[in-house]
């Protein structure tokens, strides 16, 4: 798509990275994006690759911090299309704060967390989302507490989208990111995204044989009785809408933020550009 940067991704091959990212691109091209509207800001981690291998506008981040820039952006700039990217260490343990409070904010961004339930670019430390059982060089017995539920306290943070899907489900997980996008508020997406190097437990086949579609089980992601069952459902591993409010309305909205930016200078975005290229 228009969205792929010239540079090669350092991921390790067959990282669920790649297909995470590839439908994001795919999402924000079908939704009518195109790099000059784009802003993507990540966070610090494998993941956190993905502004330099788009092309967009971009920024690289500070750990667990990706989701108050990309407010910030937003709310300088509300015509652009933000979407912010993570890992699961990044959102959920050093960013669980601001998690919370971009959920309850509800701004008019998507936020993709890339779960592989394992810290990778640090090289296999237990993340928030490892199961209690899980051994790692750190954990050698397992990190013996619960797994953090992130759509669980999305929704108990008052989310108004909370999704999941599946990176290696490339159309599903393109479906699922583009409703995200185009959902008036924060679309929140946790993206099962295997760590092919240190993650031998939670892998493709795993999610494969285990993944159950909400689609195939009558959900109805506006009935916020439903959406609390299936994020409390700790048996099973869902892919799908779990939740969506219907009368969300996205916090510039609330506060009277125009979406008229036509006094900002065009210069501004060009300059913030070549800056952008000159340091990759
Ligand atoms: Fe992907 Fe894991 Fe390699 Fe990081 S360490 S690039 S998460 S496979």
Redesign the pocket.
């Known amino acids: 798509t228009d969205f792929k940067s010239d540079k090669q991704p350092t991921?390790?091959p067959?990282?669920?990275?790649f297909g995470t990212m590839n439908g994001m691109m795919k999402a924000l091209a079908e939704t009518g994006n195109d790099p000059d509207n784009t802003f993507i800001v990540a966070g610090i981690g494998?993941s956190g690759k993905i502004g330099t291998y788009m092309h967009s506008y971009a920024l690289h981040g500070v750990h667990g911090r990706a989701l108050p820039v990309g407010t910030g952006v937003k709310m300088a700039r509300p015509d652009l299309e933000v979407m912010v990217a993570g890992g699961d260490g990044d959102g959920y343990s050093i960013g669980a704060g601001h998690f919370v409070h971009a959920v309850r904010r509800n701004v008019d961004m998507s936020y993709v967390v890339m779960d592989?339930r394992i810290y990778?670019?640090t090289k296999g430390q237990a993340s928030p989302t490892s199961r209690s059982d899980f051994e790692t060089s750190t954990t050698p017995e397992g990190p013996k507490q619960p797994p953090v539920n992130p759509l669980a306290l999305a929704l108990a943070s008052g989310a108004s989208f909370i999704a999941q899907s599946f990176a290696s489900d490339a159309l599903r997980h393109q479906e699922i990111v583009q409703k995200a996008i185009e959902h008036d508020g924060f679309g929140f997406v946790n993206v099962f995204s295997p760590?092919?190097?240190?993650n031998d437990v939670d892998t493709y086949d795993y999610f494969r044989d285990n993944l159950v579609d909400l689609q195939e089980e009558d959900h109805d992601p506006n009935d916020y009785e439903a959406a609390k069952k299936v994020v409390l459902d700790s048996e099973k591993e869902y892919q799908g809408i779990m939740y969506q409010d219907e009368n969300s309305v996205p916090y510039h909205e609330q506060h009277g933020v125009t979406e008229d930016m036509s006094d900002i200078p065009d210069s501004a975005p060009d300059d913030a550009m070549d800056l952008v290229r000159e340091f990759y």
């Open positions: 991921w390790c067959g990282c669920g990275d494998c592989n990778g670019l760590c092919v190097t240190f």
